[in-house]
Structure formats: C-alpha cells, structure tokens
C-alpha cells in the first residue's frame, strides 16, 4: 500500500502533526510543526496545507497555526461531549446558581484527571483547570475523589509515585496520601486546601456509575465547604440517573 | 511524492472518514464510513484501525465507531474555543441567571447559523440547537441578528432564496424577510416568533465587532420576550470589551 515512509503512515504524520499542538503550545508556526514533529519542512508544509484546507488547522494574521475550526465542530460530536451536555450541564447549572463558585466535571485519563466542563462567574475565584486540560489526581478535589474510585491496583501504584508538589500544602508523602484516600473512599467525598493553587480550596464526590467526577473550587477564605457536599451529592446523583438511561458513555476518559 | 492514489491524497481520505461523521451520523460502522467516503473497504479498514489507535475515532461496544476523545481535548485548543470560554461564559451564565431561559451564541458559517454554545438548564424550553450544530439564518433570532449584521451582497444573494420553510410560521418571502432583516438592523435587535420551532420565540443581538450573536430561547407564551433586550444589549457590550483586549480570534466560523 503506498502512504507509508520514513517509518511513520501518512496518517501517522498527519495526526502527529495535529498532536503538536497541545495547552502550553495552541499556535505554531510550520518550522515549530516541523521541529515538534520530527517531520521534514516539506513534507511538512504540504501536509499543513492540507490540513488547513479541511480545516484542521486554522492560519493566524501572524502566519502561525491553530487547531482548526472543524476540528472543534467534529470534537462536539464525540459522545462524552453529549454526555456533558445533556446528563451533566443542567445538574452543573444548578449547583453552579447554589454556590457561584467554579464547578467542575472530571474524568480520569491515565495519571491524571482531564476537565470535562467547568461553569464559572465573574464572582468565582481564579483557577488552573480549563476544559480538555488535565491537572495532577493527588493535588485536586476531584482527582483525589476520582483516585478513591480507581481499581486497587491503579491506585496501588499511583501511590507509590512519585507525587508531584504542586504548592507547600501538596500531600507527596505515600502513607499520607493512601489514609487521605481511604477516608475519601469511605466518607464519599475528597477535598483540598490549597493543594493545587495557593488561595483555594475544593470539595468533590464521584458521580456513581461513571468515571467521572464532580466538584466545586472557592476561595480559601471560605472555609465552610463542606456544606456544599449534600449538593454536591444530590447533583452527582441526578446525573447518573440520567446516564443510565442513555448508552454506555462513561465519561471517564479511558 | 508517496501517499497520492486514487485522486485523493492519504491525508484527505483520512480527513475524508472523520468528514463523514455528523450531527445525523454520530456513529457509524466500518461499511457506513466506506460507503458515505466512496473509499474502498480495505483501505477504510487501515485508515480506521490507524485513527482508532491515535483515539480521533473510538469504538463502541456494537462495533461502531464515533469521534474519538482526542478529537474533542484537541478541539479545547481551537481559538474559536477559548473566545468562548474567556470572553463569552461568564456573561452568558449572567444572562442564565436573570432569564433562566436559554442562552446561546451562534457565528455565521455560510447560509447557516453555526451554534457556538448554549446555556440551558432545567427549567428551560427544549430546542432544536446543538453546540456545533447549524440552523437557517433566517429562521433564528441569532440568524436574523447575523444577517442584519452580514456584508450587504451576502444579504442580498441569501434573501433571493431559495428559503426554506421550517413552520408555517418561517418567513419565507424574501420582501417580507428584507424588510424584517432592515428593521433588525435599525432597531438593533432580532425575534422571531415559531418561526423555528412551535412553541418557541426567540431574542438575539449581535455582539458588536465580532461576528457572533448572543440570544435567547423562550417559551411562546411568555410574549414579554422584548424585556430581555437591554439584558442581552449590556452582556453582549460586555463580551466585546473583553473580546477587545485580546488578541483577534473573530468568533466568526469564517
């Protein structure tokens, strides 16, 4: 079959092109495609031309590309974006209309937990995630909830390390983190204080029957987080009401 | 060069299968994507098994496929994605708040209105549009706005029709529709009264030096729909200033 050289498909090539493209870097220019990619400048030029005429990538008044429009339109059709639409947004709206603070919706993909939707005002406080990011599990509310609800093994392992300190109040002692983790386990919540970012706080559950997790982040001086739990709790129960009478779309993301 | 065959390079058949997913074919199975390409079998077979691997289709329990999960995370990265969340969210989760009713923001794709995002909750009317789904322009509040806003021979080419008749209710007299797209654009403000969908009224306004319009859904008997004028006026003022401080991504689909 031709397409194949170099090692790599011409799929291949084009997909890891695509793939250059990640949080830190959203805009590249074709040497920086080229050099993430490993890929020669001319190949790689003839590639990007045909990924910006389909739109896969989009081109920049400065000549640097982006992931492009179509990109984004198909990646709504992926089901665990109906998933967050449908089952999870309006129990989010509701907690998001309860509390004003940032709600989050979390699975876990490998070692880390990728933000699935995130609600916010003008009122809440700053935060690190955005949607299709990924944060640390040990650091957050919602991957430490998501850790309580891994496979043994997962966890086993995922303690062992090593557990990255994020802030000064990061748990990275192995024994620690395994007693958070169990209490998370049989309490049915987790929460953080200031592990993840200095000046917040967060308090997550799992939504029961799916992969993923739910959870709020607010400002440190607010103290009283636990009293968003029953909410936290009714809304995590709602959704996976809803999920049950849809297909087998877990949310988590492997 | 490798990778040509068949009139169409490997690159554009493999853009060609993930093309062949839509909102009216979010799942498809490996016969589908060959007979909806017109790409050989064995050669749908390969692409597919190669696209699976890098997650831009996945595989469901039944054996068809759907977008993948990386599709989606990479979309996160596209510009149009982030003037939404940045600019546009906390403004739309204000306007939630005061309507209640649902909250959308739609670009102009061509002759259709592409929806950008949607706010809805439980309380809400249910409606037809779909993030990343696309609707007529003249049959939406937010297409109306659109149009009143579009370059003039684009107006003029898009009222000579053919307009589709969605109710009986759709204007589809292009005088009549001429002389409502010019009162929008005097007036500043765009309805529309089941035009779309029984049961349904719409509100929307352009957000000024983007190509987005920011709207309303409501149930039809709430015949006020006019008072959420100045509300959707500030928000949309709003989203302009924040989106003039960054740097220019036109929530504009083209």
Same mark, same amino acid.
Request: positive net charge; hydrophobic residues 45%.
């Given at each position: 079959?031709?397409?194949?050289?170099?090692?790599?498909?011409?799929?291949?090539?084009?997909?890891?092109?695509?793939?250059?493209?990640?949080?830190?870097?959203?805009?590249?220019?074709?040497?920086?495609?080229?050099?993430?990619?490993?890929?020669?400048?001319?190949?790689?030029?003839?590639?990007?031309?045909?990924?910006?005429?389909?739109?896969?990538?989009?081109?920049?008044?400065?000549?640097?590309?982006?992931?492009?429009?179509?990109?984004?339109?198909?990646?709504?059709?992926?089901?665990?974006?109906?998933?967050?639409?449908?089952?999870?947004?309006?129990?989010?709206?509701?907690?998001?209309?309860?509390?004003?603070?940032?709600?989050?919706?979390?699975?876990?993909?490998?070692?880390?937990?990728?933000?699935?939707?995130?609600?916010?005002?003008?009122?809440?406080?700053?935060?690190?995630?955005?949607?299709?990011?990924? !944060?640390? *599990?040990?650091?957050?509310? &919602?991957?430490?909830? +998501?850790?309580?609800?891994? #496979?043994?093994?997962? $966890? %086993? =392992?995922?303690?062992?390390?090593?557990?990255?300190?994020?802030?000064?109040?990061?748990?990275?002692?192995?024994?620690?983190?395994?007693?958070?983790?169990?209490?998370?386990?049989?309490?049915?919540?987790?929460?953080?204080?200031?592990?993840?970012?200095?000046?917040?706080?967060?308090?997550?559950?799992?939504?029961?029957?799916?992969?993923?997790? !739910?959870? *709020?982040?607010?400002?440190? &001086?607010?103290?009283? +987080?636990?009293?968003?739990? #029953?909410?936290?709790? $009714? %809304? =995590?129960?709602?959704?996976?009401?809803?999920?049950?009478?849809?297909?087998?779309?877990?949310?988590?993301?492997?």
């Amino acid at each position: 079959m031709g397409g194949q050289f170099g090692g790599r498909s011409v799929t291949g090539r084009a997909l890891a092109i695509l793939g250059s493209f990640d949080a830190e870097h959203p805009r590249l220019s074709l040497s920086d495609i080229a050099r993430r990619t490993g890929i020669p400048l001319s190949t790689t030029f003839r590639l990007v031309a045909e990924l910006e005429q389909w739109r896969a990538l989009d081109r920049e008044a400065d000549g640097r590309y982006t992931v492009g429009f179509r990109v984004w339109e198909l990646g709504r059709l992926a089901p665990v974006n109906g998933v967050i639409r449908e089952a999870a947004m309006p129990f989010m709206q509701d907690l998001y209309e309860l509390t004003r603070e940032n709600v989050h919706l979390a699975g876990r993909d490998g070692d880390e937990a990728i933000y699935l939707e995130k609600l916010t005002g003008h009122r809440a406080v700053p935060i690190l995630s955005r949607v299709g990011g990924r !944060l640390p *599990l040990h650091a957050t509310g &919602v991957g430490k909830a +998501l850790l309580a609800a891994a #496979p043994v093994a997962f $966890r %086993a =392992a995922y303690l062992r390390g090593p557990l990255v300190r994020v802030t000064p109040y990061t748990l990275v002692d192995p024994a620690r983190l395994a007693r958070e983790i169990e209490v998370v386990r049989r309490r049915g919540w987790a929460r953080t204080s200031e592990e993840m970012s200095l000046g917040s706080c967060s308090v997550a559950v799992n939504v029961p029957g799916t992969g993923a997790a !739910l959870g *709020l982040v607010v400002h440190s &001086v607010r103290r009283d +987080l636990d009293r968003w739990v #029953p909410a936290l709790q $009714r %809304a =995590a129960a709602g959704m996976a009401r809803r999920l049950d009478t849809q297909p087998d779309h877990c949310a988590e993301a492997r």
